[in-house]
């Protein structure tokens, strides 16, 4: 069975501290996303990858193929960043559709 | 290019009747998808279609479901004699094809939620 496992669940920080969600799955893929969800629903896609690194203002997003496991980091937090961070993986075998991890609700106190 | 738009953001509906969503994607995507996310869970994949080529649909997509995208564009999904294990977000997104979907990913709509009473 295909798996997108993510950590943790919840996750509460002060503003400005250094954040780490991960994801981890099962087979080989093509692609992993990591999206954002605020309250309300809208899905807001921040990176997609298949190798290595990528750098957008304050959110960096790793991914090592061998261990099937991918980072994403938030670099001094803010409130505004708080919203469900959601890992997704488009497999090889796969024509089109994306395997969703459940979920890492971040918030962020000031 | 506004996105990809829902119609309706949220629906209420007794159970047993049927209901439509419309889904617009961006104009140069030919893929669409249709996603299902219940309360503290991730999307679940529903069916995509390429143009007008509804190409994989899940185990999900029960035989009250169905979904339809005529000329390739926009694309509708139905839900016929709706229960009370319905109610979720529905989520459409779009995306090109072949390579470029590995240059430019994906781009979802805002949802819409259906309530079931």
């Known amino acids: 069975k295909n798996e997108v496992e993510q950590s943790p669940q919840n996750l509460t920080a002060q503003e400005g501290e250094f954040i780490t969600i991960n994801c981890s799955y099962s087979v080989g893929i093509s692609a992993l996303h990591w999206l954002q969800q605020h309250p309300g629903g809208g899905i807001v896609s921040l990176f997609m990858?298949?190798?290595g690194k990528k750098k957008h203002g304050r959110l960096i997003a790793t991914i090592n193929i061998q261990e099937k496991h991918s980072s994403l980091h938030i670099t001094a937090s803010h409130p505004r960043d708080s919203a469900v961070y959601i890992c997704a993986v488009r497999y090889g075998g796969s024509q089109g559709n994306l395997i969703f991890g459940k979920g890492t609700k971040l918030s962020v106190k000031p | 290019d506004t996105g990809v738009s829902q119609d309706p953001r949220h629906k209420i509906t007794k159970r047993g009747q049927n209901v439509t969503f419309r889904c617009d994607p961006i104009s140069e995507h030919n893929r669409l998808y249709w996603y299902r996310q219940t309360l503290g869970q991730g999307p679940e994949f529903l069916t995509y279609?390429?143009?007008?080529?509804?190409?994989?649909k899940s185990r999900l997509l029960s035989d009250r479901f169905s979904a339809e995208r005529p000329k390739g564009s926009f694309s509708t999904l139905e839900i016929q004699r709706t229960e009370q294990g319905d109610s979720a977000m529905y989520l459409c997104a779009s995306s090109a094809s072949g390579t470029e979907v590995y240059r430019y990913g994906y781009t979802f709509g805002s949802g819409t939620r259906l309530t079931v009473v």
């Open positions: 990858l298949s190798s």
């Open positions: 279609f390429q143009n007008e080529a509804q190409l994989e």
